[in-house]
């Protein structure tokens, strides 16, 4: 990454079609791979009961760190390219899918743009989103953790949430 600043970034995956794991690894790898991304932090994968639209089936879910030298709409573009490169369509809203990388924070950054929420606006009420993301920020150490540990405990539906394979 050299001089780059390297900006901390959160990702939520999840995937609910087909080879639930290897997409989710897949699209790992695609960042990795990613000349400015490194990925420094992963979750276990978890499976979880699909929320919203409920007749379809459970979801993998997981949330890596990644350090990149990208700026947040620059990264959204590579993650867009990267869901589309896995087959992700987009017909129905929280309707099944192959993958679904979301940005949940990206330093401390907050901006309201449409395009792109931060922090997500929805993780607050997504079990399935921070249990794995206090899982990893635990993992590293951070700060943070303790703070969206604090959420979790206040939401209902963490028992839809169960650990599936732990990662190395």
């Not at 620059?74 to 099944?96: D, N």
């Not at 924070?105 to 929805?122: C, E, G, S, V, W």
């Amino acid at each position: 990454m050299g001089s780059q600043p390297s900006h901390r970034v959160y990702i939520a995956l999840g995937s609910n079609m087909g080879d639930r794991e290897r997409l989710l690894l897949e699209a790992i790898r695609l960042l990795a791979e990613h000349e400015t991304i490194e990925v420094s932090g992963c979750s276990g994968i978890y499976e979880t009961e699909p929320v919203g639209y409920v007749d379809q089936a459970a979801f993998l879910n997981m949330v890596i760190e990644i350090r990149t030298s990208l700026e947040a709409k620059e990264l959204l573009g590579v993650m867009q390219h990267i869901e589309q490169s896995l087959g992700r369509t987009r017909e129905l809203r929280w309707g099944p899918r192959t993958i679904d990388l979301d940005m949940l924070l990206y330093d401390d950054l907050r901006q309201d743009d449409p395009t792109l929420i931060l922090p997500h606006p929805r993780m607050l009420e997504r079990a399935f989103v921070l249990v794995p993301l206090v899982e990893v920020m635990q993992a590293r150490r951070e700060q943070q953790a303790a703070e969206w540990a604090a959420h979790l405990e206040k939401l209902e539906g963490k028992e839809g949430v169960a650990l599936w394979k732990k990662m190395q």
